[in-house]
């Protein structure tokens, strides 16, 4: 099993609509999540960080973490063409000091 | 601040010959990670530092590769001698106690 599991996608979605783009993970001793976004020829950028249960909003994205069920997920609301890209999944584990474990990605087309 | 700087943006090389990719990290962050990208591999950490100090190596694909930090604000990564399989975009990211990482723009290497 993997330590961080995506869809890998292609996952497509109209525009308007909401991406939901899940991750699940499996060391229960991670302690802090992230979703990167990566454009195709560019590099991982962050967009969201969540540390506790629950939901964390930030303008469209919304980032959900429930630590009972080992799974993070992200939440674009009024998906736009521009949040065509990867998403990536990155956790951090007890005792890893500042070292992540990416997902392989998801990649997310938003088709006008 | 800048962000993470790396160079050469694009490199190409022929089989055999060394390659040498730089990186400066956001002035004051303690840890800088080297990764490498591929399609088939997706993102892999290769090594890591703490405060110019290699943490773990145990990334590094063999000893064809090696990494320095010589200060705080400048690190190499080396490939020599270099192989059509090393091909792949290397990305070095930097953090500080917020364990976000941040990203340079990456090099994109073509071995021939």
């Known amino acids: 099993q993997k330590e961080v599991e995506q869809n890998s996608g292609p996952l497509s979605v109209p525009e308007g609509a909401i991406a939901s783009l899940n991750c699940t993970y499996s060391d229960r001793g991670s302690q802090s999540f992230f979703w990167y976004r990566q454009y195709s020829g560019k590099s991982p950028e962050l967009i969201m960080s969540?540390?506790?249960?629950g939901d964390k909003e930030d303008g469209r994205f919304t980032a959900q973490l429930n630590k009972a069920s080992q799974y993070v997920s992200l939440l674009i609301r009024d998906s736009q063409p521009s949040d065509s890209a990867t998403y990536l999944c990155a956790l951090l584990k007890i005792g890893s000091a500042r070292q992540l474990t990416f997902g392989s990605g998801t990649q997310l087309t938003v088709l006008p | 601040d800048a962000g993470v700087i790396q160079s050469p943006r694009h490199e190409v090389t022929e089989m055999g010959q060394e390659v040498t990719l730089r990186c400066k990290p956001i002035s004051g962050h303690d840890y800088l990670f080297w990764y490498r990208q591929t399609m088939m591999r997706g993102l892999e950490l290769l090594i890591y530092f703490n405060n110019n100090v290699p943490i773990d190596d145990s990334g590094m694909p063999e000893d064809r590769f090696s990494a320095k930090m010589p200060n705080a604000s400048f690190s190499t990564l080396k490939i020599q001698p270099s192989e059509p399989r090393d091909s792949a975009v290397y990305f070095c990211?930097?953090?500080?106690?917020?364990?976000?990482?941040?990203f340079g723009a990456g090099t994109r290497l073509s071995v021939l």
């Open positions: 990211a930097s953090s500080s106690d917020t364990n976000i990482q941040y």
């Open positions: 969540i540390y506790s249960n």
